[in-house]
């Protein structure tokens, strides 16, 4: 005995096919994207965004183009102070991100539920945290400049401050969401805090830890360049120098300096990324 398939509602004698259901969207589908238009559209007046006047200044970036190019390659006018200033640049990224990260771990390791029981504890770092990771780097930079003068040692206190916020969070909840299986087994057993920490968790999390070390130092290399723009040292400095002295062709050789180095950094983030994994 054959079998056929199961006869539809159309397929019976004296039954009318269904239609095919039409999906409409719901009225709250309808209320979210009537809601986004509207912001978009108050954002768009209270930005005064326009495009026709984008293209109707096309005269302006005519000129600055044709001020800017072909760029100064000048050695000791403006190459090497430039070469001199990236290096600047590199050094602020880099002690902003490596001294950072005792203050980061210690604030992760209290602001993560996997390791600090204690609410008021585990609430009082993440309140911390936000605030550091809420505050701009340029205005840390701005109140260390007032501290410290103008020089590079402000943007490497900026960075500090800021990176230990962002790194303090990335690295507590990477440890939330580790395996609760040895920190447990380790606690079972008597272990204290500061082991369960030291021998279940952060071997977890290395991997995840590096990962987001080296994203954070590839970041920090470009903000100590913005630093620089308010008086924190490094090329930024020189960019802004050139561009109130209208030295657009200095400045689009500073630039082409930062071009350069913000692509090595990140192709060595990415090998050291590679080789972790």
Same mark, same amino acid.
């Given at each position: 005995?054959?079998?056929?398939?199961?006869?539809?509602?159309?397929?019976?004698?004296?039954?009318?096919?269904?239609?095919?259901?039409?999906?409409?969207?719901?009225?709250?589908?309808?209320?979210?994207?009537?809601?986004?238009?509207?912001?978009?559209?108050?954002?768009?007046?209270?930005?005064?965004?326009?495009?026709?006047?984008?293209?109707?200044?096309?005269?302006?970036?005519?000129?600055?183009?044709?001020?800017?190019?072909?760029?100064?390659?000048?050695?000791?006018? /403006?190459?090497?102070?430039?070469?001199?200033? +990236?290096? $600047?640049?590199?050094?602020? &990224? *880099? !002690?902003?991100?490596? =001294?950072? %990260?005792?203050?980061?771990?210690?604030?992760?390791?209290?602001?993560?539920?996997?390791?600090?029981?204690?609410?008021?504890?585990?609430?009082?770092?993440?309140?911390?945290?936000?605030?550091?990771?809420?505050?701009?780097?340029?205005?840390?930079?701005?109140?260390?400049?007032?501290?410290?003068?103008?020089?590079?040692?402000?943007?490497?206190?900026?960075?500090?401050?800021?990176?230990?916020?962002?790194?303090?969070?990335?690295?507590?909840?990477?440890?939330?969401?580790?395996?609760?299986?040895?920190?447990?087994?380790?606690?079972?057993?008597?272990?204290?805090?500061?082991? /369960?920490?030291?021998?279940?968790?952060?071997? +977890?999390? $290395?991997?995840?830890?590096? &990962? *987001? !070390?080296?994203?954070? =130092?590839? %970041?920090?290399?470009?903000?100590?360049?913005?630093?620089?723009?308010?008086?924190?040292?490094?090329?930024?400095?020189?960019?802004?120098?050139?561009?109130?002295?209208?030295?657009?062709?200095?400045?689009?050789?500073?630039?082409?300096?930062?071009?350069?180095?913000?692509?090595?950094?990140?192709?060595?983030?990415?090998?050291?990324?590679?080789?972790?994994?």
């Amino acid at each position: 005995m054959t079998t056929g398939p199961a006869p539809t509602s159309g397929d019976v004698p004296g039954t009318r096919p269904i239609p095919p259901r039409r999906l409409t969207p719901s009225a709250f589908v309808i209320a979210v994207i009537t809601a986004l238009a509207a912001l978009h559209a108050l954002a768009w007046r209270g930005t005064d965004f326009s495009p026709i006047a984008l293209v109707q200044g096309w005269q302006g970036m005519a000129d600055f183009a044709g001020e800017a190019l072909p760029p100064d390659l000048s050695w000791n006018d /403006v190459l090497r102070p430039g070469i001199e200033a +990236a290096l $600047v640049t590199l050094y602020i &990224g *880099l !002690l902003g991100t490596t =001294f950072s %990260v005792p203050f980061a771990l210690v604030l992760a390791v209290l602001g993560a539920r996997t390791t600090t029981p204690n609410p008021w504890v585990y609430q009082a770092s993440r309140s911390l945290l936000s605030f550091l990771r809420a505050v701009p780097d340029v205005v840390f930079a701005l109140i260390f400049i007032t501290a410290v003068g103008l020089g590079p040692f402000a943007g490497v206190l900026a960075l500090i401050f800021h990176n230990t916020g962002v790194m303090g969070k990335l690295w507590s909840e990477a440890m939330e969401e580790t395996d609760l299986g040895p920190r447990d087994a380790l606690r079972t057993n008597g272990a204290t805090g500061l082991q /369960v920490v030291a021998h279940a968790v952060l071997p +977890a999390v $290395v991997p995840q830890f590096v &990962g *987001l !070390l080296l994203y954070r =130092f590839d %970041v920090n290399v470009r903000s100590s360049l913005v630093l620089g723009l308010v008086g924190a040292g490094g090329i930024g400095f020189l960019i802004n120098q050139a561009i109130k002295l209208f030295r657009f062709d200095q400045m689009l050789t500073h630039i082409m300096i930062v071009l350069v180095l913000v692509v090595a950094v990140d192709l060595l983030s990415a090998r050291i990324r590679r080789m972790i994994r």
